[in-house]
Nanobody, 128 residues
Framework: QVQVVESGGALVQPGGSLRLSCAAS????????IGWFRQAPGKEREGVSCISSRERGAYYTYYADPVRGRFTISRDNAKNTVYLQMNSLKPEDTAVYYC??????????????????WGQGTQVTVSL
C-alpha cells in the first residue's frame, strides 16, 4: 500500500527554521516524484516544491516563487524519506504542509492535481 506520512511541523518564530519529513512506504522512492504543498486557512492548496524521480542518476528540483531561495527539498532513498528544509520563515508560510506522490520523469509540476497518495499533513505556524 502506497503511503506517505508528514512530520516536523511546529510553532516557530519569524526568521526561524524547520525541517519537514515525508516518510514513504509501499513503493520505491526514487521511481516517482514527490511534491510538497501547503494550505492556509481560507486558501487553496498550493505547490511549494517538488523533486523528480531519478533520471540518469540525477534528481531535479523545483520551487514556487514565494519560497525559492529559502526552502530546500532533498531526498534520502536509504531512509525512504523526502525532506523540506525551510529557512527564514515568514508568517505567510503558516499553513498545513502536505506531501504526495507524483509521476516519474525529469519534470515534476507544482499543480496539486497531478499528485496522489496524500498524507495527513503537518501544521507549520510562524508567529511571535
Amino acid at each position: 500500500q502506497v503511503q506517505v506520512v508528514e512530520s516536523g511541523g511546529a510553532l516557530v518564530q519569524p526568521g526561524g527554521s524547520l525541517r519537514l519529513s515525508c516518510a514513504a512506504s509501499g513503493f520505491t522512492l526514487d521511481s516517482t516524484a514527490i511534491g510538497w504543498f501547503r494550505q492556509a486557512p481560507g486558501k487553496e492548496r498550493e505547490g511549494v516544491s517538488c523533486i523528480s524521480s531519478r533520471e540518469r542518476g540525477a534528481y531535479y528540483t523545483y520551487y514556487a516563487d514565494p519560497v525559492r531561495g529559502r526552502f530546500t527539498i532533498s531526498r534520502d532513498n536509504a531512509k525512504n524519506t523526502v525532506y523540506l528544509q525551510m529557512n527564514s520563515l515568514k508568517p505567510e508560510d503558516t499553513a498545513v504542509y502536505y506531501c504526495a506522490t507524483g509521476h516519474p520523469g525529469r519534470f515534476c509540476g507544482l499543480g496539486p492535481g497531478s499528485y496522489a497518495n496524500w498524507g495527513q499533513g503537518t501544521q507549520v505556524t510562524v508567529s511571535l
